[in-house]
C-alpha cells in the first residue's frame, strides 16, 4: 500500500478579523472585540483625534462592525467574483494573460535573476546589480518591467476597471485598484514572477525573512487619483517581503517613505522618502513601516505583491504577534498552512 504526500491547505489567522483593523478618518489601527474593549483600549487616543461625541463613536462602532463581517465573508465573495468575471469579462488586451516571457521584464532585472541562480552567487555580487535605497533599512530597488509591459498592463487594467464586472478592495487600506488573482492574472503572471525570479532574488536578499521559501502571495494594483485615495496611511504588511512595482502613469507627489521595523519604539524617527520611477520595484521587508505621501497631480497606479513564506508565518503570525489560529480559506489565503491527512493511492493497491 503507498499513500500519497499530504496536500497543504493554505489558511488564514483567525486574527484577521479582530486585528490591525484600519480606521482612516482617526489614522489608526486598532484591535475590535467590541464596544468594551474599544472604548479601553482606545478612547483616550480616540478622543484626541476627533472622535468626542456619542455619535462618533456609534458611527465608528458599525463601521468597524461592517469591516469585520466584510472581512468574515471576503474568501467566499472573491472566489465568486473572480468566476464571475472568468465566465463574462472580455480583455481589452488579452496578451498580458499568456504566460509570463521574458520580453515583459526589463533586462537589469532578468540579469539579476540569471545571477541569484548561478553557481557562487552571493549577496555582496548581488548588491552590485542593484540599487541599495538603504543598507540600514534594507531597501532595494531595481527596474522590473519594460515600458511597452506596463503600458499593456495599465490599459488592461483601465478597461476592467470600466466595465460593469465586481471589484474587490485591494486590501483593507486601498480602496481603487484591482485583486490579480479575482483578474486571472496569478497563474500567468504573478506566479512565475515569484518562483521564477523573485524567490532566487530574495533568497540572497532577506535568507532570515523566507526569501528562499516563498510558497505564496497577494498581488494586487492600487490606483491613487483626485477624488479618490491620494495617500495611504503608515502601516507594515502582512507578508514576510513586499515588491511595490510603479506602472504609471504621470503623477507628482505620492512618495513612498518608510520608518523603522513596526516592533521598533522609534519606528517613525526620520522616515526615508523614496520617489517613484514608472518600471521600477522596491523591494522592503513586510514588517518595515511605510506609507504614501499626499499624490500631487495626475493618477498613480502600482504592483504591490505580498509576499509570504509559511515556514516563517505558520510559527508566528505578523499581525498579532502570536501562533496562528488557522482558519480555512480560498486560495493562497493569507499563506498560512496546514497539512492534510495522507491520503491511498489506490492505484498502489494489490
Same mark, same amino acid.
Given at each position: #500500500?503507498?499513500?500519497?504526500?499530504?496536500?497543504?491547505?493554505?489558511?488564514?489567522?483567525?486574527?484577521?478579523?479582530?486585528?490591525?483593523? &484600519?480606521?482612516?478618518?482617526?489614522?489608526?489601527?486598532?484591535?475590535?472585540?467590541?464596544? +468594551?474593549?474599544?472604548?479601553?483600549?482606545?478612547?483616550?487616543?480616540?478622543?484626541?483625534?476627533?472622535?468626542?461625541?456619542?455619535?462618533?463613536?456609534?458611527?465608528?462602532?458599525?463601521?468597524?462592525?461592517?469591516?469585520?463581517?466584510?472581512?468574515?465573508?471576503?474568501? +467566499?465573495?472573491? /472566489?465568486?467574483?473572480?468566476?464571475?468575471? @472568468?465566465?463574462?469579462?472580455?480583455?481589452?488586451?488579452?496578451?498580458?494573460?499568456?504566460?509570463? +516571457?521574458?520580453?515583459?521584464?526589463?533586462?537589469?532585472? %532578468?540579469?539579476?535573476?540569471?545571477?541569484? $541562480?548561478?553557481?557562487?552567487?552571493?549577496?555582496?555580487?548581488?548588491?552590485?546589480?542593484?540599487?541599495?535605497? !538603504?543598507?540600514?533599512?534594507?531597501?532595494?530597488?531595481?527596474?522590473?518591467?519594460? /515600458?511597452?509591459?506596463?503600458?499593456?498592463?495599465?490599459?488592461?487594467?483601465?478597461?476592467?476597471?470600466?466595465?460593469? #464586472?465586481?471589484?474587490?478592495?485591494?486590501?483593507?487600506?486601498?480602496? &481603487? =485598484?484591482?485583486?490579480?488573482?479575482?483578474?486571472?492574472?496569478?497563474?500567468?503572471? #504573478?506566479?512565475?514572477?515569484?518562483?521564477?525570479?523573485?524567490?532566487?532574488?530574495?533568497?540572497?536578499?532577506?535568507?532570515?525573512?523566507?526569501?528562499?521559501?516563498?510558497? !505564496?502571495?497577494?498581488?494586487?494594483?492600487?490606483?491613487?487619483?483626485?477624488?479618490?485615495?491620494?495617500? %495611504?496611511?503608515?502601516? &507594515?504588511?502582512?507578508?514576510?517581503?513586499?515588491?511595490?512595482?510603479?506602472?504609471?502613469?504621470?503623477?507628482?507627489?505620492?512618495?513612498? &517613505?518608510? =520608518?523603522?521595523?513596526?516592533? @521598533?519604539?522609534?519606528?517613525?524617527?526620520?522616515?526615508?522618502? $523614496?520617489?517613484?520611477?514608472?518600471?521600477? =520595484?522596491?523591494?522592503?521587508?513586510?514588517?518595515?513601516?511605510?506609507? @504614501?505621501?499626499?499624490?500631487?497631480?495626475?493618477?498613480?497606479?502600482?504592483?504591490?505583491?505580498?509576499?509570504?513564506?509559511? @515556514?516563517?508565518?505558520?510559527?508566528?503570525?505578523? #499581525?498579532?504577534?502570536?501562533?496562528?489560529?488557522?482558519?480555512?480559506?480560498?486560495?493562497?489565503?493569507?499563506?498560512?498552512?496546514?497539512?492534510?491527512?495522507?491520503?491511498?493511492?489506490?492505484?498502489?493497491?494489490?
Amino acid at each position: #500500500m503507498a499513500t500519497v504526500g499530504a496536500p497543504r491547505r493554505f489558511c488564514r489567522c483567525a486574527c484577521f478579523c479582530t486585528e490591525n483593523l &484600519y480606521v482612516a478618518r482617526y489614522g489608526l489601527h486598532v484591535r475590535f472585540r467590541g464596544e +468594551q474593549q474599544l472604548r479601553r483600549d482606545y478612547g483616550p487616543i480616540l478622543r484626541s483625534r476627533g472622535c468626542v461625541s456619542a455619535k462618533d463613536f456609534q458611527q465608528l462602532l458599525a463601521e468597524l462592525e461592517q469591516e469585520v463581517e466584510r472581512r468574515r465573508r471576503l474568501g +467566499q465573495e472573491s /472566489a465568486a467574483r473572480k468566476a464571475l468575471i @472568468a465566465s463574462s469579462y472580455h480583455p481589452a488586451r488579452p496578451e498580458v494573460y499568456d504566460s509570463l +516571457q521574458d520580453a515583459a521584464l526589463a533586462p537589469e532585472f %532578468l540579469a539579476v535573476a540569471e545571477y541569484s $541562480v548561478s553557481p557562487g552567487a552571493d549577496l555582496k555580487g548581488l548588491l552590485q546589480r542593484l540599487e541599495t535605497v !538603504s543598507e540600514e533599512k534594507r531597501i532595494y530597488r531595481v527596474p522590473v518591467f519594460t /515600458a511597452p509591459f506596463c503600458q499593456a498592463l495599465l490599459e488592461e487594467l483601465e478597461h476592467f476597471e470600466q466595465s460593469d #464586472m465586481p471589484k474587490g478592495r485591494p486590501n483593507t487600506m486601498n480602496n &481603487y =485598484g484591482v485583486l490579480l488573482h479575482e483578474l486571472g492574472l496569478d497563474e500567468p503572471l #504573478m506566479t512565475p514572477l515569484r518562483e521564477r525570479f523573485l524567490q532566487p532574488l530574495m533568497a540572497l536578499l532577506y535568507p532570515d525573512c523566507g526569501g528562499g521559501r516563498l510558497d !505564496s502571495h497577494r498581488a494586487f494594483v492600487v490606483k491613487y487619483a483626485p477624488g479618490q485615495d491620494l495617500e %495611504l496611511g503608515c502601516h &507594515y504588511d502582512n507578508a514576510e517581503l513586499t515588491l511595490n512595482v510603479a506602472l504609471g502613469k504621470v503623477f507628482t507627489g505620492g512618495a513612498l &517613505y518608510f =520608518g523603522g521595523l513596526f516592533q @521598533a519604539p522609534t519606528a517613525l524617527t526620520e522616515p526615508l522618502e $523614496v520617489e517613484h520611477v514608472v518600471g521600477q =520595484g522596491v523591494l522592503h521587508r513586510g514588517g518595515q513601516l511605510h506609507g @504614501a505621501r499626499p499624490l500631487g497631480t495626475g493618477e498613480r497606479w502600482n504592483l504591490v505583491v505580498w509576499l509570504r513564506a509559511s @515556514a516563517v508565518r505558520n510559527r508566528l503570525c505578523p #499581525m498579532c504577534c502570536c501562533e496562528p489560529d488557522l482558519v480555512d480559506d480560498e486560495g493562497f489565503g493569507d499563506g498560512f498552512t496546514r497539512e492534510e491527512p495522507a491520503t491511498v493511492n489506490v492505484c498502489a493497491l494489490t
